[in-house]
């Protein structure tokens, strides 16, 4: 379509008071809407790619564990497709987008995170708040595949320009082309605001961080729930359980796991004022608690089928994906008592990765999380249990650092802690631009009014919730590196806010501790953008147990939960030893591990 037509098609667009969706759901006004090429540096509309098409009485999808609708909530919306190139490429990457009834937009758009390996397919999670939405092939079909499966052409060549798009860029662009759209769309003037709101958690946490560090511009809030960055580190850590088995030599039945875990909450759960099956202050329980006080107490478990996890993260998070290599087994009737071996085991998954020298390479998962890294496999034919290890870690080892398109380790025979590290230090390296999603340096979504919500289950049993303490400390001493603590903390909570969730799992409530889950998240940030409310305390409200419907205002980081004589009152307190034990440095590296 030539300029001088375009234009004209554009300004009749602008000047048309579409009263209805089928007014505006048509081909010729998406293409008229269409960003002009040469607008957005490095990308090329494609017009004749265009299909448009009214969806009337749908429900709503979103980011993964997202609350934002009732199921009983129906919207209308226009689905629209658009294709891109990049400039000189010749690629094509597909674009679609969630477009409300004009009279139900209010001026937004809102793109969802996805999880595990997956982008979100979905473009409709915005309609709830009058958003736009939208979701991007990425160039790899995004919609149909996961990363992990294309991100080798082969053994030892990596897909770098999936990598990236994966990584970072396919969002970004997708947001970039849908505010101009979307103005052109509803016939809005070229400079009317169109709030960007991102949500997501787990990948989709990662995700969100890597568009407030890479895109930060382009979007006035984003909620990112337990962010799977550090990639090469996250990943690799997967793998440390098994090693630690293998390392001791024991390999100790799932029940006796369970009960180590279970009977450390029912130790620790009084100590942060309340006994009510949650245990608040997992700082105060590994600053108090000793482990081997269970050596001694019985178990038993019923016989079971069994799962083992694939990149699902959690038993009890919400990825439904499973690397290829799960399986389902048997688990035999386990009777027996807690031995000094299985607390061993438990002591040092606690402790975390070092290398041989004792320097540490990486923190773990808080005292009282769910050891399912470490579940073993029994085997029938010895009567004995055996190493399983995770695929979710594994795979990351064969295909993103040994560069083979295998989808899990076999064994580890002569793996040590410091091969461990080796990994860890070969996929950081070789991500880091792209998959590490750890930058610091936030000045462009600070500058630009942009402010950003991070929570994390405090028992997260797949991405350690202190990886997330480490993140906020390192954006605090980068962006305020001259401030006094009190200083810095005062600016960064202006715009950048941390909370841990107690008791809460992977990017959901935590069958084993019936605590809070924050439901409201993007009501509260759209009331901070829009309307310059700002929180101090989250809303979050118990789900299950004594408890249930109980709503509970959480701390805001660096605070802490210290609740009243078993009251429903709790007071957010500084307790410099428990921050002490959130804060880590990793002198097993040579260069800095934000």
Known sequence: MCKSVRAAVAAMATTATATSLVDLCTVSNVQAALPANGTLLGINMIPSTVTA?????ATVGGMMGSTTSSSSETYNYCNVTVSYTHTGKGDTVVVKYAFPSPSDFKNRFYVAGGGGFSLSSDATGGLSYGAAGGATSAGYDAFSNSYDEVVLYGNG?????????????????????????????????DNAKIYTY??????????????????????????????????AQQQVHHVFSSAVEKTLDYYPPPCELDKIVNATIAACDPLDGRTDGVVSRTDLCKLHFNLTSIIGEPYYCAAQNSTSLGFGFSKRGLHKRQAEGSTTSYQPE???????????????????????????????????????????EYNSNSDSWELSIPSTGGEYVTKFVQLLNIDNLSDLDNVTYDTLVDWMNTGMVRYM???????????????????????????????????????????????????????????LEDWYQFYLIPGAAHCGTNDLQPGPWPEKNMDIMINWVENGVKPNRLNATVSSGTYAGETQMLCQWPTRPLWHGNSSNFDCVHDQKSVNSWTYTFPAFKVPVY
């Not at 098409?53 to 009485?57: D, M």
């Not at 991102?198 to 895109?215: A, H, I, L, N």
């Open 53 to 57: 098409s009214p969806v009337y009485n």
């Open 334 to 376: 386990q009777n027996g008592t807690v031995s000094a071996e299985g607390v061993a085991v438990a002591q040092a998954i606690y402790g975390g990765l070092h290398n041989s020298k004792g320097e540490r390479a990486y923190l773990s998962w808080q005292i009282a999380s769910e050891l399912s890294d470490a579940t073993t």
């Open 157 to 189: 060549s990596i897909n770098w320009d999936a990598t990236y798009m994966f990584g970072y860029q396919a969002l970004g662009e997708m947001t970039k082309i849908a505010k101009p759209l979307a103005r052109g769309f509803y016939g809005l003037s």
């Open 433 to 491: 631009d792209s998959l590490q999603t750890t930058l610091p340096d936030l000045t462009a979504f600070q500058s630009s009014g942009g402010k950003l919500l991070h929570y994390h289950g405090e028992s997260d049993p797949s991405i350690p919730a202190a990886s997330s303490v480490h993140y906020w400390q390192a954006v605090r001493s980068i962006m305020y590196p001259d401030l006094s603590p009190e200083e810095s903390l005062e600016k």
């Open 198 to 231: 991102y949500e997501g958690c787990s990948d989709g946490g990662r995700e969100g961080m890597s568009q407030v560090q890479r895109w930060g511009e382009e979007y006035d809030g984003a909620i990112t729930g337990a962010p799977a960055f550090r990639f």
